[in-house]
């Protein structure tokens, strides 16, 4: 028997990074929202290796930022790889893509549990109305739209909240997105992930110290990731031939995959493997790649690995996780407080979603291949994306999570976030002088700010080709300048 019922603007399944980065958008916006997430917070959960685009784009909107920095978290300023051709490890800089200033051309390697709690507490201090241990049992339709959940709260009472959107953020477990459509999986991308953690393990000579380490071997690849000055994750990908031995134990077929990988070997020589606590045990994680045929309903939209996987050897599941909740937010608000067309905003949100995700889909393919040596795998890189700049540079936007986001400006100048923040601070308290940023001093604060916004339109009318406010699609939507909304281009807002 249900023994509660609630009205809430949207409810968000799930606290990880793509519900947390959802949530805090729509209540920056001040909508009533209700995040459930089943279990109890800081929680493990595997995916430590994060991108440029996620540190210095989405938690900036977040307000993240500084917390972030202040939190001790390893800088990573690339990858380093040991796979096809050639005999030595080759690096990678995040500071080679065009996208990335010098200033933020690195990302960090995160203690999951750690991350995602500060995500979800920034999540309560934006409003959010979120409940651990609420496990959410099933979504209820009406007049062919979703339009309530029911979960059971931690005593085991059944509850019910109505919402007039609900994002399925609920992860790779769970069967919400059945309600949406088939998952379908990836024929090519079938592995097994066998991972632990070990102290006092070899570190890489600054500055590569912060680095992702992937080393191929004969039955896959490992993953070995700094996570602080002594403690390192590492985890063997297999290919789902390797389940029996997996089945015989985990200890020995770690051991076996470790002695067949000599780079790993030689960097675990002198280190003891953990075997208390968060870190104490070896996990086996399935990660087949799969995406679902559809990743929105009337009333239900899924963001991160609800929607897509992607196998995780460039680090790209917090990205796409917390890319596509910004996205989903971005459409909610739009529908709910400028009363734009759902079905516009979801398509455009899927499109932007699916373009990511096939990306790196495509380029993860070819880079399976090992006949082939790193300037092979850029140039792929380069095919992918269809861009022009050297194939170094293409594979570097790809990997950093930017090629996607010329027109995603706040992504990649978080700068600007500040900049649009305190002047918008300053009008509120009534006192506003103009920041040298905007050119004009002379014009009130908002000109200024929608001139910022549509200029580049304009420029593009005089014939000046600027890729910052086009859309991405033919007749699709922009970012607004706060990155939180949607908006027309120039064209459509004349038409109105
Ligand atoms: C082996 C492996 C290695 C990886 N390495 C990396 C990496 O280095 N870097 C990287 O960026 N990504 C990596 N990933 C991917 C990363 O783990 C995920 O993409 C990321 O965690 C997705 O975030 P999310 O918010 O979508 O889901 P999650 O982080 O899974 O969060 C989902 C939340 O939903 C909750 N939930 C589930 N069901 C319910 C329910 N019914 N009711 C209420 N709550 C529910 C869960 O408790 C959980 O807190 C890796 C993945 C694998 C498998």
Not at 16 to 21: D, I, K, L
């Amino acid at each position: 028997m249900t023994s509660s019922v609630e009205d809430f603007d949207v409810v968000v399944i799930g606290g990880g990074p793509g519900g947390s980065t959802a949530s805090t958008i729509l209540a920056m916006q001040n909508h009533r929202v209700l995040l459930l997430d089943r279990d109890k917070f800081p929680r493990y959960q595997i995916g430590e290796s994060l991108l440029p685009a996620t540190v210095h784009g989405v938690c900036k909107i977040l307000g993240l930022a500084e917390e972030i920095k202040q939190a001790g978290f390893v800088r990573k300023l690339g990858g380093t790889f040991k796979w096809g051709t050639s005999p030595e490890p080759w690096t990678f800089n995040f500071g080679t893509a065009s996208e990335i200033t010098a200033p933020q051309a690195y990302a960090y390697q995160v203690e999951r549990s750690k991350f995602d709690h500060m995500l979800l507490q920034n999540a309560i201090h934006n409003g959010v109305d979120v409940r651990e241990q609420h496990a959410v049992k099933d979504i209820i339709f009406a007049g062919g739209r979703a339009v309530a959940v029911e979960f059971l709260d931690e005593s085991g009472n059944a509850h019910r909240a109505n919402a007039r959107y609900i994002i399925d953020a609920s992860g790779n477990t769970s069967q919400i997105h059945r309600n949406v459509g088939e998952r379908i999986y990836s024929n090519f991308f079938q592995n097994l992930a066998l991972f632990g953690y070990y102290e006092n393990g070899y570190r890489f000579p600054p500055p590569r110290d912060g680095n992702i380490f992937c080393a191929a071997f004969k039955d896959g690849w490992f993953w070995y990731i700094p996570l602080s000055a002594t403690l390192t994750s590492v985890g063997a990908v297999v290919s789902k031939e390797n389940a029996s031995l997996l089945k015989a134990g985990h200890e020995e077929a770690m051991a076996r995959f470790i002695a067949s990988c000599p780079e790993i070997s030689e960097m675990l020589a002198n280190a003891t493997r953990v075997t208390e606590g968060q870190y104490g045990q070896l996990r086996v994680r399935k990660d087949w790649s799969y995406s679902n045929e559809r990743f929105w309903v009337p009333g239900l939209i899924l963001v991160g690995d609800a929607a897509c996987f992607i196998d995780p050897v460039f680090s790209s599941g917090v990205h796409l996780a917390t890319y596509s909740g910004l996205l989903a937010a971005r459409s909610i608000n739009s529908i709910l407080s400028d009363d734009m067309d759902e079905t516009r905003c979801f398509e455009e949100f899927e499109k932007r979603y699916r373009r990511e995700f096939k990306n790196f889909y495509e380029f993860l393919t070819s880079f399976y291949d090992m006949h082939q040596n790193e300037d092979s795998y850029f140039w792929n890189a380069r095919k992918v994306l269809n861009r022009h700049e050297s194939s170094e540079e293409a594979f570097v936007s790809l990997v950093a999570g930017v090629s996607n986001l010329k027109d995603e400006q706040l992504l990649v100048d978080s700068d600007r976030i500040e900049r649009i923040k305190g002047e918008l601070q300053q009008l509120q308290s009534g006192n506003h002088h103009p920041a040298p940023y905007f050119s004009n001093e002379k014009e009130a604060f908002l000109d200024t700010l929608v001139e910022e916004a549509t200029h580049m339109q304009r420029q593009g009318h005089m014939g000046v080709i600027d890729d910052e406010e086009q859309p991405m699609f033919a007749g699709g939507l922009i970012p607004s300048a706060d990155g939180l909304r949607w908006r027309e281009t120039e064209p459509e807002l004349a038409m109105a």
